[in-house]
C-alpha cells in the first residue's frame, strides 16, 4: 500500500515447550511494538473461535475423540482459514505474530508416532513461511511447576519430551531461534523485542517466501 511505501511487515511466531511463556511473551511483544510506533497484530493457533476451532476445542479437553489425521488436518486447515488476513496485513506493512504455527501442528501429530514426519508435514507446506520464529525452550522441571499444566490432552512430561524432539529435528536456522525460557517474563521479554525490531528491519524488502516447499 502507499502508507507503508511498498514494504511489508514481518511474520514473526512464538513455539515452544507447554507452558514456556508463548502466550505471555506474545502479549507483551505485541504492547512494546506498538509501543515503538510498529503496526501489529497478534493470533493464536489454534484459533478456537471459528467453527473448525470449536472442534479443535472440545478435542482438546477430551469431550470429542477424533482419529489422529482428522484433527491433524483440522489444525491445519484452522491455520489456513487464516492464511488471507495475515497475507493481506503482512502486505499493507503490518507485523503479525502468531502464538504456534505449524511447527507445533506437526510436532504434536508426529510425537503420537502414528503417521511421519513427512506426511504431518504435508498439509501445512506452502503457508507463509515466518522470518522469524522463537522457540521458547523451558526444561521439564520448570514446565512441571508452571499454572496449570496437565490440564489438556497433550500436557503429560514423557510426551512433551517427544514433542521437543521433533521441534528440534524440524528447525531451520534460516529463521529459528531458541529463546532460553527459564528466566524472568521480563528478561525473555526484552530479548524477544529486541530481535523483533531487527527482523521487521531485515524484512521489508523480502517477498513472502513458502514453508517447506
Ligand atoms: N496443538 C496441536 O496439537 N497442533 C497444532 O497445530 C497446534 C496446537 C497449533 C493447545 O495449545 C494444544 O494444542 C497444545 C498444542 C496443541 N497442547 N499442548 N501441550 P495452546 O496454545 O492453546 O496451549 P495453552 O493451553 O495456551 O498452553 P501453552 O501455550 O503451552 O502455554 P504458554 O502460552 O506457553 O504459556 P503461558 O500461558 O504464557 O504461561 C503459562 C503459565 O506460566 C502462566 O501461569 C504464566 O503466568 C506463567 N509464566 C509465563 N512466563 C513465565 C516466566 N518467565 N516465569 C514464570 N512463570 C511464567
Ligand atoms: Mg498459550
Redesign the pocket.
Known sequence: SSESGGRRGALIVLE?C????????CRLLLEALKDAGKPCHLF???DRNTEIGKVIDQY?KCTKNLSDEAIHLL??TNRWELVPTIRELLLNGESVVL????F??VA??AAKGTMDLEWCMGPDVGLPQPDLVFF?NLTKEAASK???FGR????KTEF?EKVKSIFMKIQDPAYWKVID?D???EE?QKELFQLSLETIEKSKNKPILKLWD
Open positions: 515452544g507447554d507452558k514456556a511463556g508463548k502466550s505471555t511473551q493464536a493457533f489454534p482438546l489444525f491445519s502464538d504456534r504455527y505449524a507445533s501442528g504434536f501429530s521458547l508452571r499454572d496449570d489438556e490432552r497433550y500436557e512433551q525460557a528466566r524472568s517474563k525473555v
